[in-house]
Structure formats: C-alpha cells, structure tokens
C-alpha cells in the first residue's frame, strides 16, 4: 500500500475505522433453504460435525465448494 497518496490512505482508514468486524463465530446466517435444499444443507452439516474440524478452527469443517450448484 505504498503506492497510494497519503489523502487517498487517509479516507480508507476513516472508512475501516467505521466498521465494527466481526469476532470469530459471532455472525449469523442470514439465508435459510427450504425443501430438497434444506435436507441436504442439514446432511452435509451433519457429516461435517461428524468428520470434525481440519486444523485448529474448530469451526467444523464445512466444504464450501461442496456447497456450490453445479
């Protein structure tokens, strides 16, 4: 971030120092499914609290590019 004017990196930081982030696992899904979506969003978080999490998360695991249509 050098390469950027010191007016330009002042607004930035004005604008990241509005936001509040979020600590890990506060946040909630927003977005539910119904019907055959539903049944196997639950399935595959099913298997996923089965198998555990990789590394040291602990978050379970999911595979988010499982949860992709195709």
Do not use: Q
């Not at 982030?21 to 978080?45: H, N, Q, T, V």
């Not at 998360?57 to 949860?67: F, T």
């Amino acid at each position: 971030m050098t390469e950027i004017k010191d007016s330009t990196l002042k607004l930035i930081e004005a604008e990241f120092a509005k936001i509040t982030p979020y600590k890990r696992g506060e946040f909630e899904k927003k977005r539910s499914c119904r019907g055959e979506a539903a049944a196997e969003e639950e399935a595959m978080l099913g298997a996923a609290a089965k198998k555990g999490g990789k590394g040291g998360g602990g978050g379970g695991g999911v595979d988010l590019l499982a949860a992709l249509p195709r």
